[in-house]
């Protein structure tokens, strides 16, 4: 059984017959998908590579966003977090470590890492706070106050 050829035109219409062609539907969609993962795909503005990704969760409390980001090995001097009024931003660089020998197996990435959120409400950036125990970075960055209706005393 042959397949339907694609048109070059990239018309989901078969020419004449006025009949669907699903396989010619299903190469558009998979041709637009792909295209769109490429054009999403992050890299990093330092490097022609992707950005590793490290784990990370985001919780949100009455008070605050509080983001844990797996960041094993790494030290504090690597690591770069940066707030804005609807962003959080953890980058770094996770080295090769110098061991004595030959390199026989790579199991661990290295190289830059990002983790990106944007936040549905505004924050207040100069109380984020920061801590690296264990290998987990906790980011806890506070909401900003919103404005509480109140009843207005009408004067004269």
Avoid at 50 to 66: G, S
Avoid at 83 to 97: A, D, K, P, Q, W
Wanted: proline share 8%; glycine share 8%; hydrophobic share 35%.
């Amino acid at each position: 059984m042959n397949l339907p050829s694609r048109h070059p035109s990239g018309s989901l219409w078969e020419r004449g017959t006025g009949w669907p062609r699903p396989m010619a539907e299903f190469q558009e969609l998979f041709d637009r998908m792909n295209h769109f993962l490429e054009s999403a795909a992050f890299t990093s503005p330092l490097a022609e590579t992707p950005a590793l990704a490290p784990p990370a969760d985001l919780h949100e409390t009455d008070e605050a966003y509080v983001v844990e980001c797996e960041l094993p090995g790494i030290k504090r001097e690597d690591i770069d977090v940066e707030v804005g009024e609807h962003e959080v931003s953890i980058s770094g660089e996770l080295r090769e470590s110098e061991q004595a020998g030959a390199l026989r197996h790579r199991g661990r990435p290295t190289g830059r890492f990002e983790y990106r959120a944007l936040l549905p409400v505004d924050v207040r950036s100069d109380d984020v706070t920061a801590s690296l125990t264990d290998g987990i970075l906790t980011v806890t960055i506070p909401k900003a106050q919103a404005a509480k209706p109140r009843h207005v005393e009408i004067q004269g």
